[in-house]
């Protein structure tokens, strides 16, 4: 598909990776980021000298015009761009289906509200193991453009969030995954039931020798993708991850004892749930992934009381007061950070003990004041960490950096006793 002039709206990663493809295909590319920040600055200097126009601190509406297509990234969500485009009659779409234009290998493309990234690292290390040349990219860090532009994997592994969803037109993955849909996001859309539409969208295009794995409660008539022919298969809620890499080995005939060796040697990622270690017969545990309320519960459901938890961040509009119950059952104390402190606050009142903090840090010294022999203090903030870290990683490490600075009496990673 061809283009002969090309918006870029958005140049953090996806907008960048976006610009090159289309600038190494031949294509006239022109990029708008609303930021002035001295990382956009510098990426727009490599730009120009490129050749490349960049319009920075707006996007307006001069950008949009004369243009054939126009590509938005996921985290601009600017509506004045989507009616800009449509008075102009100008098609816009996402960088997922950008890179979908030029891709020539089968996709796997994995969503859900928790538990995608994990799902996808796994079916990345089952095909690094049954030898195959597969490319691990989406929303978990590297652009899909990136790697359509590097061409040369047989397979690719695309996360994708519904943000990366809300313009595609043809994207079609060989198999789509959709783990589970629980209410996230709900200051970007207006209900949940949005929501779970956009997310519905990642099978939408599939059809005849296509493959559909979907959560055993996403049964409803809504869920079911435009065309009859892809065949559809349903997990088992209890073990999600595990069964999904399991139906990938068997569609992609991988032999069993390698899907047996991949999920037995699957160590867990980085920020989700990780064992930090133990001092003073305290242990502490970096849940900073958990961005939604959803991703909170599962990370209590999965430990023994006492837990101090430290919540909070840039609010997503979840709610909080979900956890009431379980909150009564495993947490001893709350440790509240950010932007959404005042709100979660009103919504936990009177369940537990709470205190308030200004950084990350002064939480987490409260937390080692608490906290006694066998209990477990724990980041889970349910929350984006936009407010004070430029992502959840770093909020992650932050907190990591914190707990090695006490004296740890076990090795991370390995939890002991």
Known sequence: MFFKKVGVIGLGRSGWAATQLLRARGVDVEVSDC????????????????????????????????KNLI??????????????AKQENIPLISEIELGYYFCHAPIIAISGTNGKTTTATLIESLLKNAAKKVA????????????????????????????????????????????????DHLDRYKTFEEYRR?????????????????????????????????????L?????????????????????EI??????????????LEYLGRARGIRFINDSKATNVDSVRYAL?????????????????????????????KVKKLLLIGEAREKIKNQLAGVKPIKEANSLEGAFNLACQAAEKGDTVLLSPGCASFDMFA???????????????????????????
């Open 236 to 256: 088992d809620e209890e073990d999600g991850n595990k069964q999904a890499v399991r139906l990938v080995g068997e569609i992609l005939k991988i032999k069993k």
């Open 136 to 183: 691990l990219c989406g929303n978990i860090g590297i652009p899909f453009s990136q790697i359509v532009s590097e061409n040369n994997y047989e397979i690719i592994v695309l996360e994708v969030s519904s943000f990366q969803l809300e313009k595609i037109d043809k994207f079609k993955p060989y198999i789509s995954i959709i783990l589970n849909i629980t209410p």
């Open 35 to 66: 930021s002035e920040s001295k990382d956009i600055a510098e990426k727009a200097e490599i730009l120009q000298e490129q050749g490349i126009r960049v319009e920075l601190g707006r996007h307006s509406r001069g950008f949009i015009q004369n």
């Open 259 to 272: 899907v047996d060796r991949t999920l037995k040697e699957f160590k867990g990622l980085e920020h989700r």
């Open 391 to 417: 992502n959840f990683e770093q909020r992650g490490k932050e907190f990591r950096k914190l707990v090695k600075d006490v004296h740890l009496t076990s090795t991370p990673g390995v939890e002991g006793g």
């Open 71 to 84: 590509v938005v990234s996921p985290g601009v969500h600017n509506p004045l761009v989507s009616l800009w």
């Open 301 to 329: 459901q999965k430990l023994s009381p006492w837990v101090i938890l430290i919540l909070g961040g840039r609010d997503k509009g979840g709610d909080f007061g979900a956890l009431r119950s379980l909150i009564e059952k």
């Open 198 to 234: 956009t997310k519905y969208r990642i099978f939408e295009n599939q059809g005849e020798g296509d493959w559909v794995i979907i959560g055993s409660k996403l049964q409803a008539p809504s869920s079911k993708p435009k065309n009859k022919s892809p065949q559809i298969l349903y």
